[in-house]
Every structure is written in structure tokens, then in C-alpha cells.
T-cell receptor, first 111, second 114 residues
Framework: QKEVEQNSGPLSVPEGAIASLNCTYS??????FFWYRQYSGKSPELIMSIYSNGDKEDGRFTAQLNKASQYVSLLIRDSQPSDSATYLC???????????WGAGTKLIIKP | DGGITQSPKYLFRKEGQNVTLSCEQN?????MYWYRQDPGQGLRLIYY???????QKGDIAEGYSVSREKKESFPLTVTSAQKNPTAFYLCASSLRDSSYNEQFFGPGTRLTVL
């Protein structure tokens, strides 16, 4: 069974600090990796996608992928209270168009 | 504006009643998906469709049905056979011919059984 694992949290980070969210996956054939942000009561919003090993930066967000170790992480620099949300990791293993979803990590940014 | 719409935002169902949730997209995406989310849990796939007039069961299809008569529309019916339907229902879409498969979501429908 293909699985995606995330620490459920909550992860509490002071405002202005770096928040680090981690995700591990079981299928070595996985090709595409996504981070979604979900505010309470709202639908998920795609914030980062990454397809090759290394880092990908977009504003205050950096996604890091290590296929050998089968993990993907999301760093949020200069954390703001508006970053408080649940962050979902999703992985696509190719062959079809389904995503395997983690249960999410709840992030709380303390002012 | 391109996007995905879902209606209604809130829906109340009586025991034994079938209800249909609407999902429409104008992104010209071929693939569409229905997910269910329960409090504190991740997304579980109900059904997905890669092309018109074709759809496949996901992990939790029992008690649900779908149709895909138009590229833009993918309605979900929650039947009386679904014993615990109270949940947040999310519709998503993506480009079919993309191995990257970025999925984009509608605002969701919150279904409550009375």
C-alpha cells in the first residue's frame, strides 16, 4: 500500500522564525510532489510543487526533495500568523492521475 | 475567471434521502476528482474521471455515484446506502495529459445528515 506520512502536529513556531514541515512517502517510483495549504473550513490550495531532487524556492516558501531518502519538506521563512493552517503533502506515483495524500500537519504561528 | 465551482456550500440530508452535489470547472481540464474529508483527517478519493463518459472508483466509492456527461461537469450523488455521509466534500480537477498532475480544488460542500 502506497503511503504518505506527516506529523500531525500541532507545530508551534514563533512569528518571524522558520517553519519546517516534513513528509515521507513509501513508493520509490513517485515522480511528483505537492504541498497544499488548508485553512480551517476551507478547501486546499496548492502552494508548491516539486519534481526533481533539490530545492525549489518561491517567495518565502522552499520545497526540498530527497528521492533517495524518500522525503519532501516545506520550509516557510519569516513565518507570519497568516501562515497558520494545516499543510497537506501529496504524492503522484505516475501511471495514473491519482494523488496519495498525507493527513496533514497543523502549523500554528505565535505572534 | 477560470476556476472550479461547487454547490451548494452547505447541504442537509435526511435519513434515506439521496442528494446530489454539483461540481463545474471552466479550466478546460480533462480530469476531475471527488474527495471526502472528515475532521482531522486527510483526503480520501471517492471517484475520478479522466475523460468524458468514463470514471473509476476510488478508495471509498461505496454509497456514492457519479456521472461525466460533459467535460465541465462531474456531479456526485450521495445515496441512502452511504451510512455515514456527514463530511466535507471536495471536487478537484487537473490536466489529464500531465504527469505532474497539479490538482486544483473547488470551495467544497459541507454535508450534514439530520
Amino acid at each position: 500500500q502506497k503511503e504518505v506520512e506527516q506529523n500531525s502536529g500541532p507545530l508551534s513556531v514563533p512569528e518571524g522564525a522558520i517553519a519546517s514541515l516534513n513528509c515521507t512517502y513509501s513508493d520509490r517510483g513517485s515522480q511528483s510532489f505537492f504541498w497544499y495549504r488548508q485553512y480551517s473550513g476551507k478547501s486546499p490550495e496548492l502552494i508548491m510543487s516539486i519534481y526533481s531532487n533539490g530545492d525549489k524556492e518561491d517567495g518565502r516558501f522552499t520545497a526540498q526533495l530527497n528521492k533517495a531518502s524518500q522525503y519532501v519538506s516545506l520550509l516557510i521563512r519569516d513565518s507570519q500568523p497568516s501562515d497558520s493552517a494545516t499543510y497537506l503533502c501529496a504524492v503522484n506515483s505516475g501511471g495514473n492521475y491519482q494523488l496519495i495524500w498525507g493527513a496533514g500537519t497543523k502549523l500554528i504561528i505565535k505572534p | 475567471d477560470g476556476g472550479i465551482t461547487q454547490s451548494p456550500k452547505y447541504l442537509f440530508r435526511k435519513e434515506g434521502q439521496n442528494v446530489t452535489l454539483s461540481c463545474e470547472q471552466n479550466l478546460n481540464h480533462d480530469a476531475m476528482y471527488w474527495y471526502r474529508q472528515d475532521p482531522g483527517q486527510g483526503l480520501r478519493l471517492i471517484y475520478y474521471s479522466q475523460i468524458v463518459n468514463d470514471f473509476q472508483k476510488g478508495d471509498i466509492a461505496e454509497g456514492y455515484s457519479v456521472s461525466r456527461e460533459k467535460k465541465e461537469s462531474f456531479p456526485l450523488t450521495v445515496t441512502s446506502a452511504q451510512k455515514n455521509p456527514t463530511a466535507f466534500y471536495l471536487c478537484a480537477s487537473s490536466l489529464r495529459d500531465s504527469s505532474y498532475n497539479e490538482q486544483f480544488f473547488g470551495p467544497g460542500t459541507r454535508l450534514t445528515v439530520l
